[in-house]
């Protein structure tokens, strides 16, 4: 391991015990010379998918950032190992308090496997960074509204992270930097090795296919049933034909829906609905996956049934972000928790839950 990525993980605040753990893991990890110049070969290499142009600007906007096949290559340009996290302990499929009953059903994992985990995610770069990041809106009113103030943080592989505040507390704001559909005023965005400040616009769509989208208001295709909405995300990205069939069925049957296929959205659920929209956003295998209040329009016993999947989905070594105000959800899955405030990062938790601020809705959004 590198001595800055050492040095990172002091910074973080970590303790003797967790460093010496990684220390320990450094050695076994450690690449030969070869192996690391191969590696630094590789770096940058970008896939040709075609663009999103192919597609009409009407439907385009209707699936807003649905996504993509994830790159290959993670933000080194290393393969990653296909059974990185196959000998990680189990985690419950909500992360859940050990109070509710469905978790109790579900297999509990010991803090030793709790801190393994965390040691092998700060031993990988991290996927997502923003580095002093402020965003200011202009306001005829009241000259520049800040929304996000020299805002720093990493995300490693492997996490599931919520992202909370009240509203203007600049949530949405840093999801939207996250998907490339605003800039920042001043600062860096890493999302996946990329700078986002530096990314050509022609390169957008291709950067959106490498992370997974789901939003509050499902942005489903009215006039196509589950199965074809979700083999949809795999068209744009030129899928083998052969290929779909096999994959949007495997994905359906992870959201229990196969049933549903042929069902059109206005026949489904609030909740199901969702679940359509997040086949959609996995069915390209993403590496990220962010989420922007995926339980807000449904009742709590869904909201649940969401957070189950995606914590399923965490658990196989996706990264999931989730942005939200559920004070239930976020206090039931004991998950890292980023608290936002006035467009500041307020607290930084590993297992936190949500914890409320005096509002103020102009200063941020």
Partial sequence: MKKEEMDQATD????????????????????????EEEQQEDD??????SDFSVI?????EAIGGITARSLEEDDTGEVPEEDAYQDEPSF??????????????TQHYEESG???????????????????????????NNGETHSLRDVSMKIYPGEFVFIIGNSGAGKSTMFHLMLKEISPTSGNIYIAGKNLVRLRRRKVAAFRREIGVVFQDFRLLQDRNVFENVAFAQRVI????RNIDRNVRQVLEMVSLAEKEKAFPNELSGGEQQRVALARALVNRPKILLADEPTGNLDPNNSVEIMQ???????????????????????????????LDHGRIVSDEAEGGYWYHEENPDSAV
């Fill in 44 to 49: 940058g290499r970008i896939p040709a998918w």
């Fill in 309 to 339: 999947m995606l914590a399923r989905i965490n658990e196989n070594g996706t990264t999931v972000v989730v942005v939200t105000h559920n004070q239930g959800i976020v206090d039931m899955m004991q998950k890292r928790v980023i608290a």
């Fill in 56 to 60: 009409s600007s009407g439907v385009g």
């Fill in 12 to 35: 973080l605040g970590r303790d003797d015990d967790l460093l010496d753990e990684l220390s320990q893991l450094a050695e076994m990890l450690a690449v030969t010379d070869d192996e």
């Fill in 238 to 241: 030129e899928e083998d034909p």
């Fill in 114 to 140: 709790k801190q393994e985990r965390r040691i092998r995610q700060i031993a990988e770069d991290p996927v997502i960074v923003f580095e002093h990041v402020s965003k200011d809106y202009s306001s005829k």
């Fill in 92 to 105: 419950a499929p909500t992360g859940a308090t050990r109070q509710n009953s469905w978790y109790q059903e």
